[in-house]
């Protein structure tokens, strides 16, 4: 198993760019996630997602948008970057019910610049 | 509001002591997490506390879990520079929203 993995490890975008932040994991996980971490504030949960089909935001959505078209994959867009979205990204996986809350995995990070 | 509150948020200490971190947090929850972070890096897993009363001890950390005082508590003994990294609690507050992360505690162990 790869695990989660995450695409590209570094971004620098200009102000206004787009890019989509690519997140995949091979554990047949249902529930997936995104997370932003800022100096001194721990991670927040951008957007989650319970399945195929399935999304919804969590407590910093602003900005970012997510489909699941698939159980492998949860991209994560950004429309129209602000350098307010510099930060590191995490990606995160779980399988669903009690059973998955045991543990989490995390993937590497996307660290992403925007100037 | 769902809070997760760490403290302390820096920490020096020298090899060979022990010292607690705290985490306390807003709501009724029986699941709660500690990772750590070193530099450019993912979360690794410590611990994951999945009932009141739980204790679960790796080397030189414990971690415990009182779900009455909204309270868990990361124990480090006898401190070895190695240790030197972030550490982070995150709680489970239930429903499918993800989990709720402290600010974490840059914890430095010096020779």
């Known amino acids: 198993n790869a695990g989660v993995t995450q695409t590209p490890k570094f971004q620098v975008l200009k102000t206004g760019q787009s890019m989509t932040l690519q997140c995949a994991q091979d554990m047949n996980h249902e529930y997936m996630s995104w997370y932003r971490q800022d100096p001194g504030m721990g991670l927040r949960l951008i957007h989650y997602s319970v399945g195929a089909g399935i999304t919804d935001q969590g407590e910093v959505p602003n900005g970012y948008n997510v489909s699941r078209s698939t159980t492998e994959d949860f991209p994560l867009r950004l429309l129209s970057a602000a350098p307010s979205q510099t930060s590191v990204y995490f990606c995160?996986?779980?399988?669903?019910?009690?059973?998955?809350?045991?543990?989490?995995?995390f993937g590497p990070g996307t660290r992403l610049t925007v100037t | 509001e769902l809070k997760v509150e760490q403290n302390p948020l820096f920490l020096s200490m020298q090899e060979g002591k022990n010292y607690t971190i705290y985490c306390n947090y807003s709501t009724t929850s029986d699941r709660l997490y500690w990772y750590r972070q070193d530099p450019g890096k993912s979360l690794e897993s410590l611990f994951v506390l999945l009932s009141n009363g739980a204790v679960k001890q790796e080397g030189r950390l414990m971690a415990s879990l009182d779900t009455k005082a909204r309270l868990s508590t990361l124990h480090i003994t006898a401190a070895v520079h190695d240790l030197s990294a972030t550490y982070f609690c995150?709680?489970?507050?239930?429903?499918?929203?993800?989990?709720?992360f402290g600010k974490g505690t840059h914890l430095i162990i010096q020779p």
């Open positions: 995150a709680v489970d507050f239930g429903g499918a929203d993800g989990l709720t």
């Open positions: 995160a996986s779980r399988l669903a019910g009690e059973e998955g809350r045991a543990e989490q995995y």
